[in-house]
């Protein structure tokens, strides 16, 4: 079965390294991607090595962590699927499912632990993870139940909602074919164009359509 991914952006169209015990480092830029057909682990949080976050576009679940995002393809093997957001079982009871909120003190944000028993929903094949998981209100219910035993309050629906997407984790650089670009604004237009890639207003009309 053939996977989209997309990986999200800020305004700048330049990835950061979020370490915690530093200010964040520009990474790559959407042209050092697309130029070498590769992209590097980027994301250093809750106390996990260096990853690469992603996410998995499926008929379930097309939104992703920022409005700018790139999509693409991949052989590589992933390393692990999650259904949400990692912050959503976070040592924190202050979950911010915003971006742009946390933006500003985003290394005191990701210098929490994560909640032991997060393992429950790991998955390592993507195909069994599509045909395992019921989205999203069982979901919901599992978390807080985590949540709860582990002495942090309970986040309701409307928090989850921002938090629920497939979250791809890679350990390593990947190579990739690129496909298309969402979010329209000047610069994207200027990518789109650099590098003949279409451009798309929303994920689900890429989704449906491409």
């Known amino acids: 079965m053939e996977h989209f991914f997309a990986k999200s952006f800020p305004d700048n169209f330049s990835l950061i390294t ?3 015990w530093r200010d964040p480092l520009i990474s790559q830029t959407i042209c050092d991607i697309l130029d070498t057909k590769k992209i590097k682990p980027n994301t250093v949080s809750f106390w996990f090595k260096k990853r690469l976050s992603c996410t998995l576009l499926t008929d379930n679940y097309l939104k992703t962590y920022r409005n700018q995002w790139l999509i693409f393809k991949t052989d590589e093997a992933i390393s692990t699927i999650f259904p949400f957001d990692l912050s959503a079982l976070s040592e ?3 979950i911010v499912s915003d971006y742009n ?3 500003n003190n985003i290394s005191d944000y990701y210098n929490k632990w994560i909640i032991k028993w997060f393992e429950k929903f790991k998955y390592k094949d993507i195909d069994l993870f599509i ?4 989205w999203p209100k069982d979901l919901l219910n599992s978390i807080n139940i985590i949540r709860n035993e582990n ?3 309970s986040i309701d629906y409307d928090e989850l909602k921002l938090l629920l997407y497939n979250e791809v984790i890679f350990e390593k650089d990947i190579s990739i074919e690129p496909i298309a670009i969402y979010w329209i604004n000047k610069l994207s237009k ?3 164009q650099k590098y ?3 451009l798309f207003d929303s994920a689900e009309s890429f989704y449906r359509n491409f």
């Open 92 to 94: 924190n009871n202050n």
């Open 101 to 103: 909120l946390i933006e």
């Open 18 to 20: 979020t370490e915690v």
């Open 151 to 153: 002495w942090f309050k």
């Open 196 to 198: 003949n890639l279409p």
């Open 131 to 134: 045909k395992s998981f019921n």
């Open 190 to 192: 200027e990518i789109s």
